[in-house]
C-alpha cells in the first residue's frame, strides 16, 4: 500500500472518530439533546399552570372590581367577617377519645 493512501484512511478514521465522539459525547449530541427535551417538556408544563394561575387571578381581579359581592364572599371566607346582624356560628368537630 502507498504510504499516501495510508495517510489518507488513517486521516479519515481520525475524523470518524472525532464525530462519533461529538455525536455520543460532546457538546450537541444525542445525550445532551434528550436532556434538553426532557427540560423543555417540564418547562411546557410549568408555563401550562402558570398561565392558568394566571387566567385565574385575572378573573378574581375582575369580579373584585365588578362588584362587592366578590370583596364580601373573600371577607367572609379568608377574613371570617360577617354582616351587621347576623350570628356566627362555628363548629368544631369532635376529637376522637384514645
Partial sequence: MDWRLKLVIGLLLAAFVGLQYRLWVGEGSLAEVAS?????????LELEKLKARNAMLRDEIEALKRG???VEARARGELGMIKEGETFYQIIPRQPEK
Avoid: W
Fill in 68 to 70: 362587592l359581592e366578590a
Fill in 36 to 44: 434538553l427535551r426532557y427540560q423543555l417538556a417540564d418547562q411546557q
